[in-house]
Nanobody
Framework: QVQLVESGGGLVQAGGSLRLSCAASGRTFSVMGWFRQAPGKEREFVAA?????????????VYSDSVKNRFTISRDNAKNTGYLQMNSMLPEDTAVYYC????????????????WGQGTQVTVSS
């Protein structure tokens, strides 16, 4: 079984940046995704990256249109940690952010991911 622990959330002003981390342990997996859920809304896909190869690895990633060119997903296999760098943040980015893991194939729906972290709150003030 995979265990995931997020960190790095907090309060930031609009236009600012935050970096979320997701530390993984346990069994191996193939894809790490980030999702977010705002109050009263469904959990939505943010980004996902293939978990393969060595070192810091940015390719084979997918982003939602709402965060493309502002957020960057990456992973460091040596540290077994995934990251979500969030720049040019907007108030609508406010949500609880979750990392998730799954087997082969990048999917953008939450139901396709079998393992979830506990979530970390991100609040962007205007």
């Amino acid at each position: 079984q995979v265990q995931l622990v997020e960190s790095g959330g907090g309060l930031v002003q609009a236009g600012g940046s935050l970096r979320l981390s997701c530390a993984a342990s346990g069994r191996t997996f193939s894809v790490m995704g980030w999702f977010r859920q705002a109050p009263g809304k469904e959990r939505e896909f943010v980004a996902a990256v293939k978990w393969s190869g060595g070192g810091l690895y940015y390719s084979d990633s997918v982003y939602s249109d709402s965060v493309k060119n502002r957020f960057t997903i990456s992973r460091d296999n040596a540290k077994n940690t995934g990251y979500l760098q969030m720049n040019s943040m907007l108030p609508e980015d406010t949500a609880v952010y979750y990392c998730a893991a799954r087997g082969l194939g990048i999917f953008t729906t939450a139901s396709q991911y079998s393992t979830w972290g506990q979530g970390t709150q991100v609040t962007v003030s205007s």
